[in-house]
């Protein structure tokens, strides 16, 4: 599998294309923005893209669905839990004001829940569900590599002063549904926040209070 990151948006979002190394199928994570150079990216690799897949309903993860779903034909997938997000005006007018860019997503084609498995090529995405940054946030497991939204970055975790998050329920669903993967696991964040780009589970159990039980 190659994994491509892009840093896009002006809330340093992590962007990723995988891709099977056979079938030239793959996947999109969180477009969100700078489509160009993900499309110029997708047309000079020869890429078929199957699914766009968000680790959940924030504006700076989603602004690209609607250009990259019609660019491509790809079907957006999205937890059940965060499409009533969709349609909430006075969470959009928040998001304005703590200057997220706010986006006309559109509702996904395919919802899902905890142990899914979204397949391309001979690759294969499993869903883990982490709520506590907002309801239907999850991780998506691939390989020895966790893509883990803003449910856990390098060294902290997501903001927990938007609309539904819970302090608690984070805590949990890392403790519950993350610390037992492989310790060598890839830590692969949906934003640049860290001293680096990527970790592991065992340095992020180590350092990490929100996931090392340090609090």
Sequence with gaps: MIIK???????????????????NEAVIIDPGGNTEEILHYISAKSLHIRYIVNTHN???????????????????????????????????KLFARINFPVSDTPPPDLQVRHGAVIPFGKEKITIIHTPGHSPGGICLHCGNNLFTGDSLFVGAAGRLDLPEA????LLSS??????PLPPETVIRPGHDYGDTPTSTLEREKKENPFIGGQW
């Design 5 to 23: 990151p892009f840093l896009v948006g002006h809330m340093s979002v992590f962007c990723y294309v995988l891709s099977c190394d056979d079938t």
């Design 58 to 92: 924030h504006p700076d993860h989603t602004v690209g669905n609607r250009e990259m779903r019609g660019a491509t034909g790809a079907k957006i997938v999205m937890h059940e839990l965060d499409v009533h997000l969709l349609d909430d005006p006075e969470r959009l």
């Design 166 to 169: 819970d302090f608690n329920v």
């Design 174 to 179: 890392l403790e519950k549904n993350i610390a």
